[in-house]
């Protein structure tokens, strides 16, 4: 799975993009992909079960829609919103009537979230609130955004690690994460996945937000919560894989750059004992490095700047980003030129700067990794 689909957006790494993809093909090597838990019938398949409920979600926001239109501005939309859509979307999704919730209190602060199932928050607004940004007068929006609020709810309970938001135009899965610095989420934008009736994207949502997704003893038993270890496993054990390949890249590097004709200084440095070669080891060691954060980055769409014009993020993607460099290397053998080179050189010593490079929503990162040497 791309960093996006036509109507699904991930931000963070809450759940990354290769297990959203296991999730999305049905992976039966993925702990909790039968259909019994998803409490389907005996008998009963995925594709039946899904599609049975898109059949209804279409018919229910058919229905719903055109009560959208031409409504002033200003007035309360949480009923309609509410009744005529978002619960009855939770009980196709297998939660019943969604039970409103009482406000929430933590060491003095409170939380005024809408509904629950179990530990989970499940905080529902009206059409005409923005999930990020706060709405004066309205409850679960005035003192903080509705993403905001139940952000920080997750991040400060004990016993509460996963939650959804949703305005019925967008719906987000969130998860308890104190050192978050930047949103992180996976939304689906159901506007635009019922009017386009995205079939592929409403059986993610399906398989993402069921009832039995949540369900478990303990927060930390659900499904979500199993699949994140799971995630964080298998990135572990990537790592450890990875161990041959950046010695390897080391090698290469560092031969290639000896061998090159226009590193004739480079040369004379190490000959001459000026460069040690330890130090050239180093910066080898550095640069794959930064080439392995940039892969991982870009490929679970954390990298560039979210509030980057979208220009600016296809010219990243289009010319500069290393997902572009891995593409040619399958392709084709590197040549003498240098201009991938110094495209590549150009990102680090942005990434480095206090001011990155808005051109190709590229943000100022500030860490040791893209400092200058």
Known sequence: MARNTTTVRIEGAVLPPDLLQRVARGDSTLPGMRPEDYHLVAGERFNEGIARAWNRVLGIWT??????????????????????????????????????????????????????????????????????????????AARMSPHGMLQELLNRSDDRLWGVVSNGLRLRILRDSARLTRQAFVEFDLQEMMDGEVYADFALLWMLVHQSRIEGERPEDCWLERWSREAIQQGTRALDHLRGGVEKSIATLGAGFLGHAANTALREALRSGELDKQDY??????????????FVAEDRGVLLDPRADEAARERYS??????????????????RHADLWQGLRLIIERLGSDTGEPGLALPALGSGLWAQA
Do not use: C, M
């Open 281 to 294: 080891y180093r910066q080898l060691l550095r640069t794959v490095y930064r080439l392995l954060f940039l």
């Open 63 to 140: 229905a719903f829609r055109p009560s959208l239109d031409g409504r002033p501005a200003g007035e309360s939309l949480t009923t309609l919103t509410r009744e005529r859509w978002l619960l009855p979307l939770f009980d196709v999704l297998g939660y019943g009537r969604l039970q409103t919730a009482r406000a929430i209190d933590i060491n003095g602060a409170s939380y005024a979230v809408s509904h629950a199932w179990g530990s989970a928050p499940i905080h529902l607004v009206a059409a005409n609130i923005e999930l990020d940004r706060k709405t004066a007068g309205v409850a679960g």
């Open 318 to 335: 289009a010319w500069y980003s290393t997902q572009r460099l891995r593409r040619l290397a399958q392709r084709r053998r590197g040549t």
